[in-house]
């Protein structure tokens, strides 16, 4: 018997012997490796914000990449493409209607900035620091122009000025300019305006600063970026004007969107399209000019 038992062979010493620092690993490996494979797996997971935001980007962008496309157009027409050319955008150059135009549209703007920046940042002020009687209804009916429409904002400046014999000029859009110009400044000013500290201002006058050297020294530089930004865009919608221009317009006096609705009224050109990515150019430079300014005060006062 006992020479049988020795002929079994004993299985459990030929098993190896597991050691401490081997079940270590195995018990740590399985977590890196699921970590290994969320990273050599990435999840492309498009939800639907992103389809739908691009979508609409896309149908809001396809026309100016279409336009944009055929200003370069060797075709008088755009119905079809006949090769790439830069002609139209040197003929404008030496297009003295457009020259005269854009000359017009930039006098008007410019005046109409000028003038609304100062009247806007004193009414801003005057609203936001003091009170006086009529406050509430003065406030709401200065920034009618923002709310009504072009067209009946263009009728009421003709009658106006039909009413008090004033003929019609260059500088008479310059005054309908001024209404709205002077409205988004002041709201952009108002805006600015809500989120100072009003102890800065009064810290001044209590060390001897006058209420004028305290608005120019102090208020004034914290309102600068709400100015530049209202001045921007409202110089934006002066070029872009056309409705209060042709009812205001006197004889012979042309802006650039008036020469550009006269053009195409006999079918849309080359130039125009070269003119108007040009316009388009202006106006997104000018805009991303008012966004850096608004963005970099926000983080000059946040630190």
């Known amino acids: 018997m006992l020479k049988e038992k020795e002929k079994i062979p004993n299985y ?3 098993l190896p012997i597991p050691h401490y620092q081997d079940m270590e690993n195995t018990t740590e490996n399985p977590q890196e490796e699921i970590q290994a494979d969320m990273y050599l797996k ?3 997971k498009v939800s639907w914000q992103v389809v739908f935001a691009v979508l609409m980007f896309f149908y809001m962008y396809l026309p100016i990449l279409v336009l944009t496309f055929y200003s370069f157009n060797k075709s008088r027409f755009s119905a079809g493409w006949e090769g790439f050319t830069l002609d139209w955008y040197v003929k404008l150059f030496s297009d003295s209607r457009i020259l005269i135009a854009l000359r017009n549209s930039l006098t008007v703007a410019i005046c109409a900035v000028a003038i609304s920046a100062v009247l806007g940042t004193l009414m801003a002020v005057g609203l936001a620091r003091y009170r006086f009687p009529g406050k509430s209804l003065y406030q709401g009916v200065a920034y009618l122009p923002i709310i009504i429409p072009d067209i009946a904002s263009a009728v009421a400046t003709l009658v106006f000025l039909a009413a008090l014999a004033i003929p019609l000029s260059l500088w008479t859009i310059v005054a309908a ?3 709205f110009c002077l409205a ?4 952009a000013v108002s805006t600015r305006l809500a989120d100072l ?4 201002e009064e810290a001044a006058l209590d060390l001897g600063a006058t209420p004028v050297e305290a608005f120019v020294q102090v208020l004034l530089p914290q309102l600068l970026p709400g100015i530049v ?3 921007l865009l409202s110089f934006v919608l002066s070029m872009d004007d056309f409705l209060i221009a042709s009812f205001t317009a006197g004889s012979g006096t042309t802006t650039l969107p008036m020469e550009i609705f006269s053009r195409i009224r006999t079918g849309v050109k080359p130039d125009i399209n070269a003119l108007s990515v040009l316009l388009m150019v202006g106006s997104g430079g000018l805009a991303f000019l008012a966004e850096y300014l608004r963005g970099r005060s926000d983080q000059k006062r946040a630190n």
């Open 42 to 44: 990435p999840k492309f």
């Open 229 to 231: 930004s209202g001045c």
């Open 12 to 14: 459990q010493s030929q």
């Open 177 to 179: 300019h001024i209404v």
């Open 197 to 200: 500290n009003p102890s800065l």
């Open 184 to 187: 988004y400044i002041a709201l």
